[in-house]
């Protein structure tokens, strides 16, 4: 039976989620280019080999495509793509808030660890700056918060039991199954395994490593590779595999998040602009003025937070069980910036070494100030919030229905036919949304199918 308690916060997390969701749209172009209509293949077809020969991208797809094909069920319908997505980010969201709130009206409960207080409050004052509109989520949302939640338990949690462990160990492997950017979340469930002396048998054979290794399985039978497009992970030799078509992946995806589009000097390779720093000074010149953009009106109000922590305060009890969340975050922002410098790929990252940086350099905290700066990031984050979402709503509640359509208003598409009596559909429309079933914008005049034991297998030259 659910306590009162339980009910109340099921309704505001529904109607947080519903006025979060109401007039806005899809993520573009991703939703409409691979993530939809890869979730409409999971809901129309057994599993296909080798998918990626069909759509690149369809190698890179999140375990959210997984969940949200999931719910597509005779109780929701095919609404039921758009929650898993909502509901995730929703939960995340009111795990910092409710660290607040606690914190604020619990007055009785002196055994607050301050350091995750602070860190709960700068995440949500984050949140309400910039990941506030469902229509940005796409794939990354879920993740970045999914790694500030994992460094909220690294900071709260010292001596953990094995079933802790193991739900500490499972999000951070659907953190990365999410967004691989964010491997280094492993770390965590990493520590707690040998600072807790967690038994090695039990954890190879817990349902996350399972969970882990099923992801694998699922990644080889869709485009041959273990971790794909890293080349060195793929197995060249199945029926399946592509690896001209993987090395090309590989080089470009990398490239790519090193702002290829924008680089000086035209005639260089892909492979050499990403070598040496080739590609810093087209990064410096575009994206990198992106990045500060986003950052400046956050990172100055963190420093104005630093210095009113700083100012005329008693030294009382100092925050701790900050080196090693700072460590972590630390590499992953150098590997960030050294491997995929694209900002929504790696922000939790370089968001969580911020917050944790001022920790350190603050050192020790008061009791008052804290408090205010709760309040504070609570009256920021439901004016940001009130004011977003009625933005949005008088914008257009004319002109879009009231939750995001997954579909293109007129559906155009041609059936292209490829041999042994298969197909596959070529949108007409730019993006395939969720309108037809193995759909693609683009032609592929060297695509081929096979049909062993039931299953199709999609194969390319």
């Excluded at 882990?212 to 890293?230: E, M």
């Excluded at 922590?309 to 700072?326: A, E, T």
Aim: net charge positive; aromatic share 22%; glycine share 2%.
């Amino acid at each position: 039976v659910l306590s009162k308690k339980e009910i109340l916060f099921s309704i505001l997390l529904t109607f947080f989620g519903f006025f979060l969701i109401l007039f806005d749209t899809v993520y573009r172009p991703d939703a409409g280019l691979y993530h939809l209509p890869f979730i409409k293949i999971l809901n129309e077809e057994k599993i296909i080999f080798g998918l990626f020969n069909l759509h690149a991208r369809f190698g890179h797809i999140s375990i959210l495509q997984y969940s949200s094909a999931f719910n597509n069920n005779i109780f929701l319908g095919e609404i039921g793509i758009l929650i898993p997505l909502l509901c995730i980010y929703s939960l995340l969201t009111f795990y910092f808030l409710g660290d607040i709130l606690n914190f604020i009206f619990n007055s009785k409960n002196k055994s607050y660890n301050f350091t995750s207080i602070y860190f709960s409050s700068l995440v949500l004052l984050y949140i309400a700056y910039k990941i506030n509109r469902y229509s940005e989520f796409g794939n990354d949302a879920v993740g970045h918060l999914l790694f500030f939640y994992l460094i909220s338990k690294l900071i709260n949690l010292k001596n953990i039991n094995y079933f802790n462990f193991k739900k500490i160990y499972l999000i951070s492997v659907f953190t990365i199954l999410n967004k691989f950017t964010l491997i280094f979340s492993l770390l965590i469930p990493a520590y707690f395994f040998f600072k807790n002396k967690i038994s090695f048998k039990k954890t190879i054979f817990s349902f996350p490593t399972l969970f882990l290794i099923l992801w694998i399985v699922r990644n080889i039978i869709t485009s041959g590779c273990l971790i794909y497009p890293q080349t060195s992970t793929c197995f060249v030799n199945l029926d399946w595999s592509n690896e001209k078509k993987i090395q090309i992946e590989s080089l470009s995806a990398e490239a790519w998040a090193k702002d290829w589009p924008n680089r000086i000097d035209k005639n260089i390779s892909m492979k050499d602009y990403s070598k040496n720093f080739n590609w810093l000074s087209s990064w410096m010149n575009n994206h990198f003025k992106k990045i500060v953009e986003i950052l400046i009106p956050y990172l100055t109000t963190l420093f104005l937070i630093f210095l009113y922590f700083k100012s005329k305060v008693k030294k009382i009890i100092y925050f701790d069980n900050v080196n090693l969340p700072l460590l972590i975050s630390l590499f992953g922002s150098i590997i960030f910036f050294v491997k995929f410098p694209i900002y929504r790929y790696g922000y939790s990252y370089l968001i969580s070494f911020f917050i944790l940086t001022s920790i350190y350099l603050i050192k020790f905290y008061n009791l008052k100030k804290i408090k205010k700066l709760c309040m504070f990031v609570l009256f920021i984050f439901c004016i940001s919030f009130v004011f977003k979402q009625t933005d949005r709503y008088f914008k257009f509640y004319e002109k879009r229905s009231f939750i995001p359509k997954f579909y293109n208003k007129e559906i155009k598409y041609e059936k292209i036919k490829i041999k042994n009596n298969s197909f596959y559909n070529l949108t007409l429309n730019s993006l395939c949304m969720y309108d037809i079933n193995l759909c693609t914008p683009y032609i592929n005049d060297e695509l081929t199918a096979t049909e062993k034991y039931g299953y199709k297998f999609f194969k390319s030259k």
